[in-house]
Structures are given as C-alpha cells and as structure tokens.
C-alpha cells in the first residue's frame, strides 16, 4: 500500500504544482493577450484616423469637381437659351420674309422735288485748295 500512497501523492503533488504553474502562466497570457489587443486597438484606431483624413481630403477634391460641373451645365444652359432665341430669331426672320410684301414700281412712290446742287464760289474753292495745299506741305520732308 506503501506503493499506492505515494503515488495518490505524488499525483496530489503534481496537480498542485501544475495548477500554481497554470495559474501563473495564465496570468502571464492574460496579460500578453491584452497587449496584443490594446495595440490592435490603437493601430485600427490610427488607421480609421489616417483613412477619415483621406476621405476629407478625396470629398474636398469631388466638391470643387462638382462645383466645376455645375457650372459647367449651367453655361451649358445658358448657351442652350441662346442658341434657341437665336434660331427662334432667324425663323421668325425667314417667315416675315414670306409675309411681306415684294414692292413694284407701282408701289414706289416718286417725289417731284428735285434736290438741288449747292454751288460754291469759284474763289472759295481756290483759297480752300490752298490752304489743304499748307496743311500737306506740313507733313512732306524735301531732299
């Protein structure tokens, strides 16, 4: 029986030490796991900061695009009004054009005044010659 107590003993023994050994090593687990988390923890949390600057930065560059082609369709749109006032200008212009009535020389009417030529005195004529003469000479440069 010697034999069969010391080895319930023994066990008792071991499965002490072990639970001590376990208890610790557990602890030393427990305690590596939560480092290993924690700086899970803040490479995610760095990295949803890095990734939300991107984001702020990506929206910035797609609102000032948007901005670009809004008004891009606006001028769009204005040159669209323009162009149909125009058209609309020029169909109007080619339908008057059937409306109106093509003139004959019965339509005409003749005046019976006659408009008369004005004379100029002779003397008048030479003496303004002249003086055009001066006012060229002014320019002209002799060798």
């Not at 072990?18 to 923890?41: A, E, G, Q």
């Not at 560059?61 to 020029?90: G, P």
């Not at 408009?115 to 002799?142: E, M």
């Amino acid at each position: 029986m010697n034999i069969l107590e010391n080895e319930k003993f023994l066990n008792k023994n071991f499965y002490k030490i072990n639970k001590v050994n376990s208890n610790k090593i557990s602890l030393f687990n427990l305690k590596f796991i939560h480092k290993i988390f924690n700086s899970l923890n803040f490479s995610l949390l760095v990295l949803i900061v890095i990734l939300s600057f991107l984001s702020f930065n990506s929206q910035k560059k797609w609102t000032t695009i948007y901005k670009n082609l809004a008004k891009t369709r606006s001028n769009n749109n204005n040159l669209i009004d323009y162009i149909s006032k125009t058209e609309q200008f020029y169909i109007d212009e080619i339908e008057s054009l059937n409306i109106l009535k093509k003139t004959t020389p019965k339509d005409l009417i003749y005046l019976d005044k006659q408009i008369t030529k004005q004379k100029k005195n002779k003397l008048i004529k030479r003496i303004k010659y002249i003086q055009d003469g001066f006012k060229d000479s002014k320019y002209q440069r002799g060798y």
